[in-house]
């Protein structure tokens, strides 16, 4: 049982190139979200996908796009990488239990667009 | 104002003594209330949730709400070296995707 696994680890783009993070989860659950995390920020929502075939925008979505490829899968796309795009970026999953979500986290990508 | 609002720190303890995080809120509809600790270069992992006001205990770890002022806390009893991470308070409403705040970065010195 891998949990959230996201690839690649580390990435270094120039501005204009696009690129896709790839995240997988393997607890059957419905619920996936991408966040960036960048210093005196904290997490900010980017997209979440509340179940397969639905996708949603959250807080800072522009410059993304993201497929809910299935259950398991879930992807982030830069279509043209700016330095502002410099960040941390987290998948997670979540389930539901009778009064609390709790999100599971992959480990992060770190990308940085020069 | 941002919805939840979480003080950076950093916050630098000696070993042993008690701890307090807290976290402030605008939206007076959230009800899920959740502490995240994140490790150094890793993902966050849950900690700790309390639904809607009261206190929860686990361990050394008591979550506490007050919905009638709008602010969670964290304590944190004879902290340890190990305790050292980022502490991310998040919350939500029924049917709305989770809040963090921005994480107080804490460190426990031996």
């Known amino acids: 049982n891998a949990g959230v696994t996201q690839t690649p680890k580390f990435q270094v783009l120039k501005t204009g190139q696009s690129m896709t993070l790839q995240c997988a989860q393997d607890m059957n659950h419905n619920s996936m979200y991408w966040y960036r995390q960048d210093p005196g920020m904290g997490l900010r929502l980017i997209y979440y996908?509340?179940?397969?075939?639905?996708?949603d925008k959250g807080e800072v979505p522009n410059g993304y796009n993201v497929s809910r490829l299935n259950k398991r899968e879930f992807s982030l796309r830069l279509e043209s990488a700016a330095p502002s795009q410099t960040s941390v970026y987290f998948c997670?999953?979540?389930?539901?239990?009778?009064?609390?979500?709790?999100?599971?986290f992959g480990p992060g990508t770190r990308l940085l667009v020069l | 104002q941002k919805e939840v609002e979480q003080d950076p720190g950093p916050l630098s303890v000696p070993e042993g003594a008690i701890v307090s995080l807290n976290c402030t809120y605008s939206?007076?509809?959230?009800?899920?209330f959740m502490w995240y600790r994140q490790y150094s270069r890793k993902g966050p992992e849950l900690l700790m949730y309390?639904?809607?006001?009261g206190n929860k205990e686990d361990g050394r770890f008591t979550a506490q709400v007050d919905k009638s002022s709008k602010y969670i806390s964290l304590f944190i009893r004879d902290s340890q070296p190990s305790d050292s991470a980022t502490y991310l308070c998040?919350?939500?409403?029924?049917?709305?995707?989770?809040?963090f705040g921005k994480g107080t970065r804490l460190s426990v010195i031996a």
């Open positions: 996908s509340a179940s397969e075939g639905t996708t």
């Open positions: 997670a999953s979540s389930e539901w239990g009778e009064y609390q979500e709790t999100q599971y």
């Open positions: 309390t639904y809607s006001s």
């Open positions: 939206n007076s509809a959230f009800q899920y």
């Open positions: 998040a919350m939500r409403t029924g049917n709305t995707p989770l809040v």
